[in-house]
């Protein structure tokens, strides 16, 4: 059974880089055919798929978070890290880490749904 357990501050400065940490239980992130996502949920608001790394360590990112966001992992600690920089106030969101199994190598999706594995979230406030 794959869990995972997003951890990193509650509070964060605007201007500041926000960091979130996400380790891997009950299966190896480099496993063939995983993919890694960072997704959030602002209050009020739907998912925001923000980016993968795949299990190889290829990274893929969403449009809308290209410029500010850097997905890396630490294959000795089965982790996988969210970077998010320069945040202001509507950065303010429930952080989730979550894995996809798929069929293919490779393979990622920006569709929340269809990822298998998810992590409990994270919030995260960013306010001076």
């Known amino acids: 059974q794959v869990q995972l357990q997003e951890s990193g501050p509650g509070l964060v400065k605007p201007s500041q880089t926000l960091s979130l940490t996400c380790t891997v239980s009950?299966?190896?992130?480099?496993?063939?055919?995983?993919?890694w996502a960072w997704i959030r949920q602002p209050p009020g608001k739907g998912r925001e798929w923000m980016g993968v790394?795949?299990?190889?360590?290829?990274?893929f990112y969403s449009p809308s978070f290209k410029s500010r966001t850097s997905i890396s992992r630490d294959t000795s600690k089965n982790q996988f890290t969210l970077q998010l920089s320069s945040v202001t106030p509507e950065d303010t969101a429930v952080y989730y880490c979550?894995?996809?199994?798929?069929?293919?190598?490779?393979?990622?999706?920006?569709?929340?749904?269809?990822?298998?594995?998810w992590g409990q979230g994270t919030q995260v406030t960013v306010s001076s």
């Open positions: 979550a894995g996809k199994l798929s069929n293919s190598p490779y393979y990622y999706t920006s569709r929340s749904y269809e990822y298998d594995y």
């Open positions: 009950g299966g190896s992130i480099t496993t063939s055919n995983y993919a």
């Open positions: 790394i795949v299990y190889e360590g290829s990274t």
